[in-house]
């Protein structure tokens, strides 16, 4: 699995010019399924997401977590997280989870972060998106296998 968070101000996705998810303060996380993920993997990268500490207290220091701030979250599926470069100039996505595996997956982690977070928006899963976000910071967190 692997998570690229961002702490916006807000975000927002449109499908087919709608909106279909939408927030304010709080993470935009873009969700990558790999082919060896599980639901267990899945609780370990939420467990880490919901407790980062990337927001800054009355002090200017990143001390708060999400909760903290109550903050809103953004899911968005992105399977080209998994592109491999390495060979040629056309990535390939091997390593990335079946799109029916990828998907029963991000359901799963749209459905557990709901039951912490109070306001928990997302993509559609495969369609053609549109994202807009305001980048707090900038402030960009790339999770990936290194946390496991």
Known sequence: MKLVIQRVN?????????SVGKIG????????VGKDDTRETADK???????????E?????????LSDVNGELLLVSQFTLYANCKKGNRPSFIDAGA??????LYGYMI??????????QHGVFG??????????GPFTIILDESIL
């Open 25 to 32: 303060k709080g993470f935009l996380v873009f969700v990558g």
């Open 45 to 55: 990268y939420l467990k880490k997401l919901l407790g980062l500490r990337i927001f």
């Open 57 to 65: 207290d009355e002090a200017g220091k990143t001390n708060l977590s």
């Open 111 to 120: 459905q557990e972060a709901s039951k912490t977070v109070p306001v928990v």
């Open 99 to 104: 799109p029916d595996k990828a998907e029963e």
């Open 127 to 136: 369609a053609d998106m549109k994202i807009s976000l305001e980048n707090d």
């Open 10 to 18: 807000h975000a927002e996705v449109k499908v087919d010019g709608q």
